[in-house]
């Protein structure tokens, strides 16, 4: 009987009468009289509900006050490439529904009451920077209290759009922004404020945050707001400041690459004349391709970052220094084979540089070196000390000839020996360059790095 009456005409008269009753005044106090007997009386919240589709306000040219905060739960994921991050958030509003109050002491103490969030009228307000719809969840509760005062936290899986830069990645900042603003109602319907200190927002949610993953909430920091205009929209600016945690990039990333270029530049103290040299450097420079192909998908793909220039300059190195060995191995090759005559100014140089009492370029000449096993040297000293060959017999008689020949070939073993000396000295000139280079630019990148 109670609930038919409820429903139809009989809810109608019921709006009727009870507004007839509360009349024009300027209370709204629902009368709660048995809550404490019967349970809470739905008929009493009625006319409250039903103007759940309007702004509830008395005076309709007042703005509707609604207060926020927000608590910031998880970081899930930063997506450099769409620039995107989603994190994961609670956001709090209170605000005042003159329509719902009550007294306390008439109502067996009730001071709070959990309402279902569908029979209230709600705030619209949502994130501006939101590429996503709104997933939140149906079936929400708001607390509401005695004095009007609405309660409401609704969880958020906020994908926002955010200016990420990547340059200084692993070491980089991101600060997105998160924009909160009614959907529909201007300056002049609703206005926006503050329910709790920034800093306190910015404590709770460091102490809640769940995920120990590869972000970490460093500062949240509010802008003032500049909404004045009468068609404005009010809203207020977050700025969400996070840092990547970046030991699994320097452990996966940055320390392999720094181990492979130091065994690069220290193959350099192969000796040049062995084979191995090129075939060495030129495993790493594979091995380091392999390195870089499994860790791409570590990196970031967006735009250019100082890591990436910093792999380039690795590889770079890698493959200078392939073709330094290269060149002093054609260098070797050709003044064993064939030396051709060595420029007087290049002669001097090398008697001037490698002279112990200059120390323009140290050049650690090995002494005696064993030429032996550089093949052409092998041959040529073959070659004189060899007992004359057929031809050589038969030019015997004529014993100046002969002295002339072995002249010639003291004189080959000498360039052969200068431009020995020589490659090595610009192989040690040339490992000094590299090892130049090479400290520049990690000192480079550092600085920017550390900028
Ligand atoms: C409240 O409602 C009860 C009946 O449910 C009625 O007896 C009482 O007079 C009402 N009080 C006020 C202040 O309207
Ligand atoms: C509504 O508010 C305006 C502005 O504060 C005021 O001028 C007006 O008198 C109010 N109206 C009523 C009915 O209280
Ligand atoms: C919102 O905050 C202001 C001051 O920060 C306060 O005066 C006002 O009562 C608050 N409104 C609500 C609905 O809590
Ligand atoms: C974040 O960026 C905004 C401008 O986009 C700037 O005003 C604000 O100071 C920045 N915050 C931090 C912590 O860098």
Known sequence: ???????????????????????????????????????????????????????????????????????????????????????????NMIWYNPFITWNPEECGGIRKLG?????????????????????????????VNSNGHIKYSKPMRVTSICN???????????????????????????????????????????????????????????MTKMTVGTNDYDQIVFFVAIRRRPTLYVINLLVPSSFLVTIDALSFYLPAE??????????????YNVFLLIMNDLLPSSSTSLISVYFALCLSLMVLSLLETIFISYLLHLATTQPPPMPRWLHSLLLHCTSPRTCCL??????NVD????????????LVGKVPGPRETELNGCPGSARNQQEDKAKKQHLVHLWVRLSHMMDTLLFRLYLLFMATS?????ILWNT
């Open 1 to 91: 009987m109670e609930q038919g009456w409820l429903h139809g005409e009989g809810f109608l008269l019921c709006l009727i009468l009870y507004l007839l009753l509360q009349g024009r005044g300027d209370t709204f106090t629902i009368n709660c009289s048995g809550f404490d007997q019967h349970g809470v009386d739905p008929a009493a919240f009625q006319a409250a509900f039903a103007r759940k589709a309007f702004r509830p306000a008395t005076n309709v040219s007042i703005p509707i006050r609604v207060n926020i905060s927000f608590t910031l739960s998880a970081i899930l994921e930063v997506d450099a490439q769409l620039q995107l991050m989603t994190s994961f958030l609670w956001l």
């Open 115 to 143: 309402i279902a969030t569908e029979n209230l009228w709600l705030p619209d307000i949502f994130i501006e920077e939101l590429m996503d719809t709104d997933q939140t969840p149906p079936g929400l509760m708001a607390y």
């Open 164 to 222: 990420l830069d990547i340059f200084y990645f692993p070491f980089d900042e991101q600060n997105c922004t998160l924009t909160f603003s009614s959907f529909v109602y201007t300056v002049e319907k609703m206005v926006l404020g503050m329910e709790q200190d920034v800093r306190d927002i910015l404590e709770t949610s460091q102490n809640i945050v769940w995920n120990k993953g590869e972000w970490v909430l460093q500062g949240i920091h509010q």
């Open 274 to 287: 062995s084979k191995n040299r090129a075939s060495f450097k030129m495993t790493l420079v594979l091995g």
């Open 362 to 367: 140290t050049v650690p000449w090995k002494g």
């Open 371 to 382: 030429l032996a096993h550089l093949p052409g040297v092998k041959e040529s000293m073959e």
């Open 442 to 446: 990690v000192v480079t990148v550092i």
